[in-house]
């Protein structure tokens, strides 16, 4: 099977994500429209996995009913085999805050702090227990390459550092699951690589679970598993 289908999933890789018969459409008027159609896909952990296509296809919706942060038409979502489509809104914010990290295209960093208190902070709003939020952000910061940087403020990192910045926020307070929606779409193609190498390292290092968008076919070949959207249907 090729990568650009769906990769053999190794015995010891536990699915973090399935989907069943998943569909979302929105209503414009009065004509329905069809975002995504019965998707059936499953995603383990410690992989890298992509959702590409064109703009238009499906693909950040797709995103968005993964992590919870909308909800489908039909269909179910199961993470780690728990329906989260059939969860309360307030239980669906504490999985998203303990269990998910997102990175978005426009980072949103906080302005007037540096890198260091942009990620201090997003540790202070998950609350995990246990942790030593100085020395876990200082780890993170390192992790991501800007140890050097980290009490830069956002108008003096480069765009790339900038991205950096929103993963090591994303992954501060130790998720499950990173969601990546265009990491690098305001990047030009070398930041854009770097950022995807460290998703790389982080899957073969931290044993990290990153599922990310991306119309790019540059950073296919990063990927380990590729599900390819058009139209709202997953093509085999």
């Not at 302005?111 to 995990?128: G, I």
Request: net charge neutral; aromatic share 4%; charged share 25%.
């Amino acid at each position: 099977m090729s990568k650009t289908d769906n990769t053999m999933t190794r015995p010891d890789q536990a699915i973090i994500l399935r989907t069943e018969n998943l569909g979302r459409s929105f209503r414009s008027g009065h004509e329905l429209l069809q975002v995504l159609s019965r998707i059936n896909i499953e995603i383990p952990g410690g992989q890298l996995t992509m959702l590409k296509g064109r703009s238009g296809s499906g693909k950040t919706t797709l995103m968005n009913l993964l992590g919870a942060l909308d909800r489908p038409s039909e269909g179910q979502v199961f993470f780690r085999d728990l329906d989260i489509t059939a969860l309360s809104d307030h239980r669906r914010d504490q999985l998203r805050r303990r269990d998910m990290g997102f990175v978005f295209q426009s980072v949103a960093l906080i302005p007037t702090m540096n890198a260091f208190e942009n990620v201090e902070f997003a540790l202070r709003v998950a609350k995990p227990d246990g942790l030593d939020r100085r020395q876990r952000t200082e780890q993170v910061l390192q992790l991501v390459g800007l140890e050097r940087r980290m009490r830069h403020r956002t108008q003096e990192l480069s765009g790339g550092e900038q991205q950096r910045v929103a993963i090591a926020r994303a992954i501060v307070h130790q998720p499950t699951v990173i969601f990546a929606d265009e990491p690098t779409a305001e990047l030009d193609t070398s930041m854009g690589l770097q950022v995807v190498q460290l998703f790389r390292t982080l899957v073969e290092k931290e044993g990290q679970t990153v599922v990310m968008t991306t119309h790019d076919p540059n950073m296919m070949e990063l990927a380990d598993q590729v599900f390819s959207l058009d139209d709202g249907v997953v093509q085999s």
